[in-house]
């Protein structure tokens, strides 16, 4: 099957850790990988944001990158780049019209719309995953979201148009229906973990205290990074580590922020801020942790607490979005409530205090991680979706059905 990945903001060959780059960049280039080894030819497609890009890159995992030109060839946040969707759409729809795919598969709101656009001239179905909704985001966040007016209406608008919804967790099938998107046409397909990469053996980086707490993401208020430190100050034997943002982390405001918190607490010698941290690095930091906490205010999916999990480490984590659908509680680690620091470091004592029960924990993520949440069940998965959307139209050989 000839899919047709479409991911304006968020390549694939995207270093992690800054403002636009983090979750859905994995995604997009795991699942493609993973399509790929089931013998299908994926294509993904992402904006040119620099001028020195090649206008197709060939990876190593199987599947080509191409980089589009919408708008000026450098960085822009993402919630600038609505004005150059119709620049993306007209090119897809060209490209399309000389290699037409089987299937196109966007990711996040402004690709669903230069996809939807192109796809109507060309005639090709399309499945869509949002990543986030501008409904909860407009929500948690009010008057300081920073997404386009538009983008709520589009959202509904793709709900309608797209011939089938791949949603990453049921907090979001509920949300969807509120918005008015019919039940039978979403399928539920979650985020996954590449369980070679993450993995209980391996090398682990050495801690400065008795227990260490690890937390991951970009450096944003929602990920809740600063109810973490307020609860490092009930937790006096153990250290919190930081990892994302720039590799100069000290010049990012919003470390020096929690830095300054961190201050103001008592804590900060026990707070380290470790930047960005690259991909082969991470899982021997994710290993030297006691515990894994992801607590932001909300999260559509959350990819950290699965590697965290493959790394046989139990997980504090905040009862919203995706996370409830991963993370167990009292099973593979705790849920707590968002943006609580009380109850968070009542979580996090309840693990650190438990070496038998954190064993267990981890062991039991190890567990759900392998069953439910490789990348290899996840193509899987997402294949039968494409099944659905091209039944009854002829597709290129490939893949395992």
Not at 183 to 198: E, K, L, N
Not at 221 to 246: C, N, W, Y
């Amino acid at each position: 099957m000839r899919i047709a990945m479409v991911s304006e903001h968020a390549s694939p060959l995207a270093v992690l850790g800054g403002v636009d780059a983090g979750g859905q960049n994995v995604h997009v280039a795991a699942l493609s990988a993973a399509l790929g080894a089931l013998g299908h030819d994926v294509v993904v497609y992402t904006r040119r944001d620099d001028p020195e890009l090649p206008d197709r890159v060939r990876t190593e995992q199987g599947y080509d990158v191409v980089h589009v030109p919408a708008g000026p060839a450098q960085a822009m946040p993402k919630d600038h780049l609505l004005p150059h969707m119709g620049d993306f759409a007209r090119f897809l729809e060209q490209q399309w019209y000389d290699e037409r795919p089987d299937v196109v598969h966007s990711h996040f709101w402004m690709s669903g719309l230069a996809a939807v656009l192109a796809a109507r001239k060309v005639g090709v179905p399309v499945v869509h995953t949002y990543h986030a909704l501008g409904t909860v985001k407009r929500h948690h966040q009010g008057a300081d979201d920073t997404s386009p007016a538009e983008r709520i209406g589009i959202e509904r608008m793709l709900g309608r148009e797209v011939d089938r919804i791949a949603a990453t967790c049921g907090d979001e099938v509920t949300e969807l229906m509120r918005m008015g998107v019919q039940r039978s046409r979403i399928s539920v397909v979650p985020c996954g973990v590449d369980p070679t990469r993450f993995r209980p053996e391996g090398p682990t980086d050495r801690r400065r205290y008795p227990h260490r707490i690890v937390s991951v993401g970009r450096l944003v208020p929602r990920k809740g990074f600063q109810d973490l430190i307020t609860a490092l100050r009930s937790l006096p034997d153990a250290e919190l580590v930081i990892a994302g943002g720039p590799v100069e982390v000290d010049t990012d405001p919003e470390a020096r922020r929690l830095a300054a918190h961190a201050e103001r607490l008592g804590v900060r010698n026990r707070l380290w801020l470790a930047g960005q941290v690259s991909r082969d690095a991470m899982p021997a930091l994710l290993r030297s942790a006691d515990v894994v906490a992801c607590v932001p205010w909300y999260e559509p999916f959350g990819i950290v607490p699965l590697e965290a999990m493959a790394c046989g480490v139990p997980v504090v984590a905040s009862a919203v979005g995706g996370l409830i659908d991963t993370v167990v509680h009292g099973v593979t680690g705790v849920l707590v409530p968002p943006r609580d620091p009380a109850a968070l470091a009542r979580g996090l004592h309840s693990l650190l205090a438990d070496d038998s029960r954190r064993e267990a924990c981890g062991m039991a993520g190890l567990d759900r991680v392998g069953v439910r949440y490789t990348w290899d069940r996840i193509a899987e998965d997402t294949e039968r979706v494409y099944e659905r959307v091209t039944v009854g139209q002829a597709v290129a050989v490939g893949g395992t059905r």
